[in-house]
C-alpha cells in the first residue's frame, strides 16, 4: 500500500485527481450495501390482478415499488397491503408472466422527478416517455414519497380572473387562477372538445394534461389535432389508456399533480386538466376489492372517497411566492346520474361545476353547457358589478324561457300577455346562437362585447324585417 501512495504522489496532478476519483467511485460502490446484497422475496400466489410475496414484510411500505424478476423482462409493481408473513403486489403490467417462486426486490417509494425539458412531451404514469423523442432529462431533487398540499393558512389567496376563449364559460362560469372546476358530462357528449379549448387559453406558462382511461387510438389526435402544436409546446401530457392495468390507472393522476407542483413551485401559473376523475375512482375501486376491501357505495370502497380529495387538494394556490395550479377536471356521470357517488363527492371538493346536457347536445348547440345548472363560486372574483348585474338577468331570461318551453309547444303562448316572457322568447334563442362556438372559431377575447354586438345585430335585422 505504501508503494502504491509513494507512486501516487510522484505521478502528475491531472493523473493524481484521476485516480483519486477513481478510489472515491469505488468506495461509494462498497459503502453502499443494497449495490451488494438487496433483500428480497418469492412469489407465493398469483391472482389476475395481484401476486402475493413472501419474505418483504418486515421492510415493505405502503406504496413502495417492486421489481419482478421472473423468465421474462424486469417488471414493476406497487405494495397496496402488508400482512404479517406476505405482502399484497398490485403490478404495473400484466401478471401473466410472474411465476411461484420468482425473485422480487424492493426498490422503495416511487420518484418522479420532473423537469423545465419536458414541457412538449408525453409520458406514462411512471414518467417514462411515450412520445419516441430523447430521453427525459430527470431533475436531480427527489420528490416527497407522498406528496401533500400547502397548508391552510400558508396557501395564496385566489383573486385574479382570468379569460379562457370560451364565451359560454366566460360569461356565465368566469374562472380564477387556483380554482378548481369540474365539468360533469355523460359519454359522447362533447366533453373531450370543451377540455381542449380550455387547454389552449393563453393565460398560463404551463399546461399538464392527464389523460386517465381514454382509448388508445384518440391520445394522439387528442394532443396534434385538438391540442395542438403551438399549445402542445408548452404542455406536459400524462397517458394512461383504457387498455393499461388498473395501477397504471391509477399512479398516472398522481404523476401528473406531481408534474404540475414541480412547475407551480417554480412560479409558473400551471393549468392542470384531468380527464377523467371517475376513472380514476374506477381505478382505485378495482386496485381496493382486489386486496380484499369491501364496498361501501355502489361497488365503491372507502378509501376510494379518501384518495378523492386527498388528489384534488394538491391543486389550487400556492404558498406565498409560488406559482397556483388552476385544476379542471372532468367527471364523466355513469348513466347520466349527477346523484352517482364519485360526482357527488368531488362536487363537494371542487370550486364549481359545469354541467354539459345531453339535450343541448341533441339541439346541435355546443359547448352544451347548460348555465342555469352551472356555478362557479369564485365568479364574484372575476365578474365586475355590471357583469353580475348582466349575467343574473341572463339567467332569469334563461330560465323563463326554458319554464315555459312545454307551454309554447302546446300553443298556449300568446305574444304580448307577458312582457318578460316575449323579451325572452325574442332574445334568448339569439343568446343561446351567441353562445355557440367550436375550436376552429377561435377564442373569444372579450365575450361580453360578443354577445352585445350579436344581439345588436339581430335586433337591427329584426327592426328593418318590421
Known amino acids: ?32 450495501d443494497r449495490l451488494l446484497v438487496r433483500r428480497g422475496g418469492q412469489v407465493t400466489e398469483i391472482a389476475p390482478t395481484h401476486y402475493k410475496v413472501g419474505g418483504l414484510s418486515s421492510i415493505a411500505r ?22 404479517r408473513d406476505e405482502v399484497l403486489v398490485a403490478p404495473y403490467e400484466s401478471s401473466g408472466d410472474v411465476g411461484v417462486g420468482d425473485a422480487v426486490f424492493t426498490r422503495g417509494p416511487i420518484a418522479i ?26 431533475n436531480t431533487r427527489q420528490d416527497a414519497a407522498e406528496a401533500i398540499p400547502p397548508a391552510a393558512l400558508a396557501r395564496q389567496r385566489v383573486e385574479t380572473g382570468f379569460m379562457t376563449g370560451v364565451r359560454v364559460i366566460d360569461i356565465f362560469t368566469p374562472l380564477c387562477f387556483g380554482q378548481r372546476m369540474g365539468i360533469f358530462a355523460g359519454s359522447g357528449v362533447g366533453k373531450s372538445t370543451l377540455l381542449a379549448m380550455l387547454a389552449g387559453a393563453d393565460a ?35 397517458v394512461a389508456t383504457s387498455d393499461e392495468s388498473a395501477m ?25 386538466v384531468l380527464d377523467s376523475i371517475t376513472r380514476f375512482a374506477h381505478a382505485l375501486r378495482e386496485v381496493a376489492i382486489g386486496a380484499g376491501e369491501p364496498p361501501v357505495a355502489r361497488g365503491y370502497p372507502a378509501s376510494v372517497f379518501t384518495e378523492l380529495p386527498k388528489l ?49 347536445a341533441e339541439q346541435g348547440r355546443y359547448p352544451p353547457v347548460n348555465p342555469l345548472a352551472s356555478i362557479s363560486r369564485l365568479a364574484g372574483k372575476a365578474w365586475t358589478p355590471e357583469q353580475r348585474q348582466l349575467v ?27 312582457p318578460d316572457l316575449d323579451l325572452a322568447v325574442r332574445q334568448v334563442p339569439v343568446i343561446y346562437e351567441a353562445l355557440g362556438q367550436s375550436p376552429v372559431d377561435g377564442p373569444s377575447l372579450d365575450p361580453f362585447s360578443d354577445l352585445a354586438r350579436h344581439l345588436k345585430s339581430k335586433d337591427r335585422a329584426h327592426v328593418q324585417a318590421e
Open 248 to 272: 397504471m390507472r391509477r399512479r398516472a393522476p398522481d404523476t401528473a399533480m406531481r408534474v404540475a407542483e414541480h412547475f407551480r413551485d417554480r412560479g409558473d401559473r400551471v393549468l392542470l
Open 113 to 138: 422527478t420532473p423537469h423545465p425539458s419536458w414541457r412538449g412531451r408525453a409520458i406514462d404514469a411512471l414518467g417514462r416517455p411515450i412520445d419516441g423523442g430523447t430521453p427525459l432529462i430527470r
Open 204 to 238: 398560463f406558462d404551463t399546461v399538464v394534461v392527464a389523460l386517465i382511461g381514454e382509448r388508445g387510438r384518440e391520445v394522439r389526435e387528442f394532443l396534434e389535432d385538438t391540442i395542438g402544436v403551438a399549445s402542445m409546446a408548452k404542455t406536459v401530457a400524462v
Open 312 to 360: 384534488l387538494e394538491r391543486a389550487g394556490p400556492g404558498m406565498e411566492g409560488t406559482g397556483s395550479i388552476t385544476a379542471i377536471i372532468s367527471v364523466l356521470i355513469d348513466g347520466d346520474d349527477h346523484n352517482d357517488p364519485v360526482a357527488d363527492s368531488v362536487r363537494g371538493i371542487l370550486d364549481g361545476h359545469i354541467v354539459l346536457d345531453r339535450s343541448i
Open 392 to 418: 343574473s338577468k341572463l339567467k332569469a331570461l334563461i330560465s323563463r324561457f326554458e319554464d315555459t318551453r312545454d307551454i309554447r309547444l302546446l300553443g298556449a303562448y300568446q305574444p304580448g300577455a307577458d
Open 1 to 32: 500500500m505504501s508503494t502504491s501512495l509513494a507512486n501516487i504522489r510522484n505521478e502528475p496532478e491531472a493523473v493524481h485527481d484521476n485516480r483519486l476519483e477513481a478510489l472515491e467511485r469505488i468506495q461509494h460502490r462498497f459503502a453502499d
Open 62 to 83: 405502503l406504496g413502495d415499488i417492486v421489481e419482478h424478476r421472473g423468465h421474462g423482462r424486469n417488471r414493476r409493481g406497487e405494495i397496496v397491503q402488508i400482512g
